[in-house]
């Protein structure tokens, strides 16, 4: 028993560092993103209580393991000492705290992967199908929760009290099977729809591959390690099915709240790994202003330092008479005004990405052509400068 208990606490603190890490690192590279820590967004936030409750199944986990709980066979209830029995029924206690967390845990992860979808295709008019559906899952991930947590609580096994009675009168109180299948098929369920919402966005988009690989690589992410999020869930209700009177299914319980957090996070760790290692069009990919500028020549007293020229789409650099309507960075429908026909034609969002980020390129390599023509003048105006004064006194001894 102590072996299983100090190997359950290694995996369980070792893997809760490795979620712990990911938070942190998301919530930094959003911060570098956003520029300041207010304006993060609400499922950041969120993210953090996610991480209060991810704490709080570990703690769980290893006080259950620690001192047992009622889910055994009746001859071995009768075994127990006062003192045993007094410890099993604290950590039955402990395991229906442990349930609600996990619960909270696992759908508040859904959540925010909602919340970031619902960003993802509010913001292009080719996805609106996509970001109906995204609502429709959301009211279903909220409502799903909701019932799970009620009949828990009020259905299973009632009164409550019978969660940590000793005997156990209802096995449903200690085994919790009724409850690990509905909690498990809404569970299931739902990462499957949320599977489903990414995989056209990947298909559909036609943005050239040096643009948009960071975001089909954050997408591809979610899929896989959603995938594999169901997999964990599956085997963890399968060795609490098949090993009766056993904890050993605490193993694949950690397994899987780590897994759901590392998918709530990990994508959202790119613009952080792309500032640590460098990488020209993951750098790139959240903010064009991150890109170092190269020092430029100046006068030797005075460090030449350009000024950044603000970022803006301007309309003059696009061809004329293109533009009916802009888009205002928000989601607006951008719309194209035929010259021959009159006739108004709305922009796939393939397109359009690629015009409005040609327009930002060819913007930003103006500004840096400026800044060196600038630079130059500069320098030779203080080459000429030099030269008359070390003209000026021979033409006086002269």
Known sequence: MSEFVDSLEIETWTLWSVGIVLVACRMISRRMKFRSWSSLQFEDWLMMVVAALFTADMVCINTTSKNGTNYMADEDVAKLTPLQAE?????????????????????????????????????????????????????????????????????????????????????????????MIFATSFNI??????????????????????????????????????????????????????????????????AELATAVYVGNLPLCWQLIAHVFSMGTWASFGSSADRPKAPLPGPADQE????????????????????????????????????????????SASEEAIVWSEAITEEEDRTDRDVELSAMDRKADASITSVDEVASPRRAGD
Not at 96 to 111: D, F, H, M, P, R
Request: hydrophobic share 45%.
């Open 304 to 347: 030449f330092i350009p000024k950044k020229k603000p970022k803006r789409f301007i309309q003059s650099m696009l061809p004329a008479s293109l533009w009916s309507t802009q888009n205002d960075g928000l989601g607006g429908t951008t719309r194209v005004e035929g010259r021959r026909s009159g006739t108004v034609k709305t922009r």
């Open 189 to 254: 369920s739902t990462d499957l729809m949320l599977l489903c919402i990414p995989i056209p966005i990947v298909i559909q988009s036609r943005i050239p591959m040096k643009r948009c690989a960071p975001t089909k690589i954050v997408l591809c992410c979610v899929l896989g390690l959603g995938c594999l999020n169901i997999l964990v869930a599956v085997l963890n209700r399968y060795f609490n099915f098949t090993n009766p009177n056993s904890m050993f299914y605490l193993y694949w319980y950690v």
């Open 87 to 179: 410890r099993a029924i604290y950590g039955s206690k402990v395991v229906l705290a442990l349930e609600l967390c996990s619960l909270g845990t696992i759908w508040l992860v859904k959540i925010c992967l909602l919340i970031l979808y619902h960003r993802l295709t509010s913001v292009l008019v080719a996805y609106e199908r996509q970001h109906l559906i995204v609502k429709i899952i959301g009211v279903f991930c909220i409502i799903s929760f909701a019932l799970v947590v009620f009949l828990l609580l009020f259905h299973w096994c009632s009164p409550i009290e019978g969660y940590w009675a000793l005997p156990v009168t209802n096995s449903e109180c200690a085994t919790y099977y009724k409850h």
